[in-house]
């Protein structure tokens, strides 16, 4: 089992940065890749950013929307995952998500979809006002 904690939502103008940050504990050293999503009301959820935990240089994977402004990172020492959003707009308001792969599955470059993610942690809301 894996136990996924996010923090560091909250309320931003538009061109505003926030860091989310996510803890993850439990058996989360066997889940090869780990990613971010987001889902605003009325919409799917989306992938944001992925990332490889056990390659010696890490592989990251990003939503076109993202791209450029959003940076995910990972301190495995510490089991946590970041995702620096930078020049936020308001477009990206949505709960955004923790997720975590199966336990031993590679994918290379780690994937998007979210069927491809089994643990999930709890979200934590961005807002971002015009």
């Known amino acids: 089992q894996v136990v996924l904690v996010e923090s560091g939502g909250g309320s931003v103008q538009a061109g505003g940065s926030l860091r989310l940050s996510c803890t993850a504990s439990?058996?989360?050293?066997?889940?090869?890749?780990m990613g971010w999503f987001r889902q605003a009301p009325g919409k799917e959820r989306e992938g944001v950013a992925a990332?490889?935990?056990?390659?010696?240089?890490?592989?990251?994977r990003y939503a076109d929307s993202v791209q450029g402004r959003f940076t995910i990172s990972k301190d495995n020492a510490e089991n946590t995952l970041y995702l620096e959003m930078n020049s936020l707009k308001p477009d990206d308001t949505a709960m955004y998500y923790c997720?975590?792969?199966?336990?031993?599955?590679?994918?290379?470059?780690?994937?998007?979809?979210?069927?491809?993610?089994?643990?999930w942690g709890q979200g934590t809301q961005v807002t971002v006002s015009s």
């Open positions: 997720a975590a792969g199966p336990r031993y599955r590679t994918l290379i470059p780690p994937p998007l979809a979210k069927d491809d993610f089994a643990y």
């Open positions: 990332i490889t935990r056990r390659l010696s240089r890490s592989r990251t």
């Open positions: 439990g058996d989360a050293y066997n889940s090869y890749y």
